[in-house]
């Protein structure tokens, strides 16, 4: 395992559910990445956090909202999503993402596979 | 504008053969380059990455990488090909100007026995 987890690891939900994934890292980094991936498409980041302080935010639809209440945990809140949002969201954590930080490699968890009905 | 390609979907190649997972990237700074790994059902786990020195950079499960800066390349290499092998394989870049973390399509990976 790579000391990254998340829960839960699948998830249905209606367009007009809220629910949050959960993504937790023992590995002392200090930087936190929501990816998302679907089929036949680059791996798309979609929040970066350093040290607890959100520094990327890639024109993420506002019906997803990241939450990082340290460095170990990270949130991505769900509400009145889209069936297109359906995909496998990854978390994944290094240590530094800017700087001398940025070259080094992301640990990823094993991911949420969400279906949106 | 920054990009990477993995120009194949698919490489099928025999157990026990060489093996060749092709990539290569635009960026407007210099290059941090990384592969990565994903089995059924798992994240991405890292493979090896360049960041400056010797081009050929080894790295785990026997695995190493060629970084080409005039063909702009990083093409995944293994001497001879596992079963074990197969799985989907990730390229990315970290553009030093921007910073931005870049990663291709994936190409998925079949080593027939």
């Known amino acids: 395992e790579t000391g990254v987890t998340q829960t839960p690891r699948h998830l249905v939900m209606g367009m007009t559910n809220k629910k949050s994934l959960k993504c937790e890292q023992h590995l002392g980094h200090n930087a936190m990445y929501w990816y998302k991936q679907s089929a036949k498409k680059p791996l798309e980041l979609m929040f970066v956090?350093?040290?607890?302080?959100?520094?990327e935010n890639n024109s993420v639809p506002s019906r997803f909202s990241p939450e990082c209440p340290n460095s170990s945990h990270l949130f991505l809140h769900l509400h009145t999503l889209q069936p297109e949002d359906s995909a496998l969201y990854l978390c994944?954590?290094?240590?530094?993402?800017?700087?001398?930080?940025?070259?080094?490699?992301?640990?990823f968890g094993p991911g949420t596979r969400l279906t949106v009905l | 504008a920054q990009s990477v390609a993995q120009p194949e979907d698919q490489v099928n190649v025999a157990e026990g053969n060489p093996l060749t997972v092709k990539c290569t990237y635009s960026v407007s700074g210099n290059p941090y380059l990384f592969w990565y790994v994903q089995y059924p059902n798992r994240g991405l786990q890292f493979l090896l990455k360049?960041?400056?020195?010797?081009?050929l950079v080894k790295g785990s499960y026997g695995f190493e990488a060629e970084f080409n800066k005039s063909q702009t390349s990083f093409h995944l290499k293994k001497p001879s090909a596992l079963v074990s092998d197969s799985a989907l394989y990730f390229c990315?870049?970290?553009?030093?100007?921007?910073?931005?973390?870049?990663f291709g399509t994936g190409t998925r990976l079949k080593v027939l026995a």
């Open positions: 956090y350093n040290f607890k302080e959100q520094t």
């Open positions: 360049y960041i400056t020195g010797d081009n």
């Open positions: 994944a954590s290094s240590q530094g993402a800017s700087g001398e930080g940025s070259y080094n490699e992301q640990f």
């Open positions: 990315a870049v970290r553009d030093t100007g921007t910073y931005k973390y870049i």
